[in-house]
C-alpha cells in the first residue's frame, strides 16, 4: 500500500506506539504497533481510549495531552480538531460507552491518518473494533434480542392449540 500512511500499513489507524502487548500484534514499524488486521488496530485504540477515561483521562482535553505528548504534536491543535469533528466539549467529562468511543475514535483516525485517507476506515469497522474489545464478535445477535426471541418462541408455544394424539 505505497502511498498510504503509515497507521494504515500498519493496520493501526490511531498509531498506537509500542509498549504493551496488544492481541492481534505481529510486530512494529518505527515505533508504533503493526497489527494483523485492522480490526485488531481498532480493538486496540478503544481499549486505550476506555483505559484513559476509566483512569481520570475523561476529558478530550486530559485524554489528548496523554495520548499525543506535546514532545511529538501540537496538543491544542489537536484537542481543537478532535473536539470539533466529535462536536464534544473540550472539558466535558466523557463516559467510556461505545457511542463515545466511536465518536473519539472517528476523530483521532481523522487526525492520525488524515481526511484523505479515515474515510477508509468505516463505522462497521469501528464497531467491530469495540465489540473485538468486549469479547463479542460483530453480527451477533445481542442478549437483549436474543431473549427477546426466546420470550417470544415461549409465548408462541404457551398459546399454540395443544395438538390431538390419535
Do not use: C, H
Amino acid at each position: 500500500m505505497p502511498g498510504y500512511p503509515l497507521g494504515l500499513r500498519n493496520n493501526n489507524p490511531g498509531n498506537l506506539r509500542t509498549g504493551d502487548n496488544w492481541q492481534g500484534m505481529t510486530g512494529e514499524n518505527k515505533g508504533f504497533v503493526v497489527f494483523e488486521n485492522i480490526a485488531y488496530g481498532l480493538r486496540a485504540l478503544a481499549i486505550d481510549l476506555r483505559t484513559k477515561i476509566s483512569n481520570g483521562y475523561n476529558t478530550i482535553e486530559l485524554i489528548i495531552f496523554r495520548y499525543a505528548p506535546p514532545s511529538e504534536n501540537d496538543p491544542l491543535a489537536y484537542i481543537d480538531k478532535v473536539s470539533n469533528f466529535t462536536g464534544l466539549p473540550q472539558n466535558r467529562v466523557l463516559q467510556p460507552d461505545s457511542e463515545t468511543l466511536a465518536r473519539l475514535m472517528k476523530a483521532i483516525i481523522f487526525v492520525e491518518i488524515g481526511s484523505a485517507f479515515a474515510p477508509l476506515i468505516t463505522d462497521l469497522d469501528i464497531n467491530e473494533g469495540i465489540d473485538l474489545m468486549s469479547g463479542i464478535s460483530a453480527g451477533k445477535v445481542g442478549f437483549g434480542v436474543a431473549s427477546a426471541l426466546l420470550l417470544l418462541a415461549l409465548y408462541l408455544l404457551a398459546t399454540m392449540p395443544k395438538m390431538n394424539k390419535s
